[in-house]
């Protein structure tokens, strides 16, 4: 009877070790596929990014305005920081971003074509601010400042759907922000 007893135990413990060993290896297969599946992914994702260009600004990026023409662009981190300092003034307003524009400041044409900066609305949600290269690199911080502040205001009157140039309200809007002049 001692015999029976010692043998079912042993028979116990082989059948445990020999399904824990397959369950092991079948643990090991299913990691393994998992790893070469996660591996293949990330190689579709990068091949992804290799063929698929992105339309992201990229520092010296020419881009192409409302009437079709490029004009050259940049991203400089001291004006869009400078920018972003300005913001409480402007209830919480989300950051606009800031680009350098080279473009001459001129004294006949359109308003973008004279004025210093200007500030596109093609949609509520994204404006951007462009400073024009030639002032940018002239102006004193109170200058800059100013004009800064001013287009934060069109950005400000973008965003709440009420871009309608140099009226009562954006005069109003100006002025509580510091703003001063047109």
Request: proline share 5%; aromatic share 10%; glycine share 6%.
């Amino acid at each position: 009877m001692k015999r029976f007893a010692s043998g079912s135990a042993f028979f116990f413990i082989q059948r445990a070790v020999t399904f824990f060993s397959k369950r092991g290896a079948q643990m090991m297969r299913r990691t393994a596929f998992k790893i070469l599946i996660s591996k293949l992914q990330a190689l579709r994702l990068l091949l992804l990014l290799l063929i698929l260009p992105l339309n992201l600004p990229a520092p010296g990026l020419a881009v192409q305005n409302l009437s079709g023409e490029r004009r050259a662009i940049a991203h400089d981190p001291n004006l869009q920081s400078f920018a972003d300092a300005l913001l409480p003034l402007f209830e919480k307003m989300p950051p606009v971003p800031v680009f350098v524009e080279d473009a001459p400041v001129v004294e006949t044409g359109s308003s973008i074509e004279r004025g210093v900066a200007f500030t596109e609305c093609e949609s509520s949600e994204n404006p951007a601010i462009f400073v024009k290269k030639a002032f940018y690199e002239k102006a004193n911080r109170k200058q800059l400042g100013n004009i800064i502040k001013h287009e934060l205001t069109h950005a400000w009157l973008c965003r709440q759907n009420l871009m309608a140039g140099h009226d009562e309200l954006f005069r109003r809007k100006f002025e509580s922000v510091g703003g001063f002049g047109n």
